[in-house]
């Protein structure tokens, strides 16, 4: 970006907003999305409304301007990374151009998001942080869900862990061993593996997956053993949005 006095540059807010509720935002993103004058909403399919979007469209103001933008999530590295080009560059202009910029993500924006990959982009090399940037936290997921399933996270000396299913199996049986509460994200398709391990750990008893939480469709299972998913059932009836807490110390009962 061009050197500019800071008095003609905007301003980019990357803005948590939340599992899915609408009134599970902050009181700083929703005052701060009232003032914007373009936002940047991410979908994963070409077309579809984004639900990042849908979650904060009633704190915009009628003449915020919005551009929804297709992240690839199945394409090759190469095809990411136009477009997180392409986005860093337009946020950048957008800055210098003095305009007051959102860019929205669910949940929290410095846990498991795509926004950090722009964020390599905005620092420089030298990891310098640029001064027209401002980053809002969110309610992560997993704190929606064990507030929905009164579920503890951790207590006292106990060690929470947060994965992701996509890690290798070693890793995952690794950390189910090592720590006294977890936090599975991307269950997904990876479901029937987690439940095998769960098993094999004697921790079913300990677990509950929510789905969709806080949205419409919020589903909540604390008997992972009735669920019937193979692998490609959980892609087609699994959301992605599916996440599972895991404390030792915390019998659920049924
Ligand atoms: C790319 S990560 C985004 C995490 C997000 N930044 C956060 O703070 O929760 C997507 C994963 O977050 C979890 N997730 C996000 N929203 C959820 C919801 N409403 N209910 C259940 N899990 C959710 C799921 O594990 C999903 O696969």
Not at 99 to 117: A, E, H, N, Q
């Amino acid at each position: 970006m061009d050197e500019k006095s800071s008095d003609n540059m905007g301003k980019l807010y990357v803005i948590g907003v939340g599992p899915g509720a609408s009134d599970l935002i902050t009181v700083r993103a929703a005052r701060i999305l009232a003032e914007l004058d373009v936002i940047y909403t991410p979908t994963g399919k070409k077309g579809a409304k984004s639900l990042a979007h849908s979650i904060i469209e009633e704190y915009l103001l009628a003449e915020t301007k919005v551009f929804t933008y297709h992240f690839l999530m199945k394409a090759d590295i190469d095809a990411k990374n136009a477009v997180w080009d392409e986005v860093a560059h337009s946020l950048q202009e957008e800055v210098s151009d003095g305009r007051k910029v959102g860019f929205i993500t669910l949940g929290d924006p410095m846990l498991f998001s795509t926004w950090v990959y722009l964020l390599q982009r905005l620092v420089s090399t030298q990891m310098v942080i640029p001064p027209w940037l401002e980053i809002v936290p969110g309610i992560t997921s997993f704190s929606a869900i064990a507030a929905a399933g009164t579920m503890p996270l951790a207590m006292e000396n106990q060690t929470l862990a947060v994965i992701s299913c996509t890690a290798s199996e070693t890793t995952l049986e690794q950390a189910l061993l090592n720590h006294d509460c977890l936090v599975l994200m991307k269950v997904y398709s990876h479901f029937p593996l987690i439940r095998n391990l769960l098993q094999r750990h004697n921790l079913l008893e300990h677990a509950l997956m929510m789905a969709d939480a806080t949205l419409p469709g919020e589903q909540c299972w604390r008997d992972l053993t009735t669920l019937p998913f193979s692998e490609k059932d959980c892609r087609q009836e699994l959301s992605y949005f599916s996440t599972i807490l895991i404390n030792k110390n915390w019998q659920l009962s049924r």
